[in-house]
């Protein structure tokens, strides 16, 4: 796991299997003078994020297996489903590290606590999801009634949860429109039958 991190971001110059020597930029090669993104901040491995933070201090990294030092200018993003706080007290994220990344802090409620959202987002999944535009039959949207079951939840999987739900919903759909019907059992209390399970496991593959 800390060596597929490692390999990710900084590259790999050199390789013991010869099939592998050909060079490979990393995320902070692709990343320098533009954005990068780090999703799940908290979940990075120690080790990563003590280079990281001397990345971020000295501005330089040098490909795995090379002596070449790389310039890296770039603007962090960083997100996390905790607050920066509790990953600190929770020894998942170094203080330090926090330090270095948080020149403004955005805190972005949860879904459940802002679910006037949960409409324009359902509009844009259905809108994203190539497997729902692959369909014979075009999603158009969901009904109000399905929206209204959406939005009593409390969906403790947050937005990512919205999304699978849509796309599940979605491909068990037999007309345009999402129908409470559609929802997984999580909202309905019924279990989906063999056949929905294979409608499913079938848009899934055409993905």
């Known amino acids: 796991m800390k060596s597929g991190w490692k390999r990710s971001f900084s590259a790999t110059k050199w390789t013991p299997f010869p099939?592998?020597?050909?060079?490979?930029?990393?995320?902070?090669?692709?990343?320098?003078g533009g954005t990068l993104y780090l999703d799940g901040i908290g979940d990075m491995p120690p080790?990563?994020?003590?280079?990281?933070?001397?990345?971020?201090?000295?501005?330089?990294?040098?490909?795995?297996?090379?002596r070449e030092v790389h310039q890296f200018h770039t603007r962090i993003i960083a997100s996390a489903n905790r607050t920066s706080d509790e990953l600190v007290q929770s020894g998942l994220l170094r203080q330090d590290l926090?330090?270095?990344?948080?020149?403004?802090?955005?805190?972005?409620?949860?879904?459940?606590e802002r679910r006037a959202d949960i409409p324009l987002l359902c509009s844009h999944f259905i809108s994203r999801s190539s497997t729902l535009r692959n369909k014979r039959v075009r999603i158009r949207g969901v009904t109000d009634e399905a929206l209204e079951i959406l939005c009593a939840h409390t969906f403790p999987g947050n937005v990512r949860e919205l999304a699978n739900t849509i796309e599940y919903a979605g491909i068990v759909a037999s007309g345009e429109w999402i129908r409470p019907k559609d929802l997984p059992y999580q909202f309905t209390n019924a279990r989906p039958g063999l056949g929905e399970v294979e409608r499913v496991l079938a848009g899934k593959t055409l993905q």
């Not at 926090?98 to 459940?112: K, T």
């Open 47 to 66: 080790e990563f994020q003590r280079k990281l933070l001397r990345v971020l201090q000295e501005h330089t990294f040098s490909p795995i297996g090379s």
């Open 19 to 32: 099939a592998l020597c050909a060079t490979g930029a990393g995320k902070l090669d692709y990343a320098n």
């Open 98 to 112: 926090l330090y270095r990344l948080n020149a403004v802090e955005i805190h972005m409620p949860r879904l459940r």
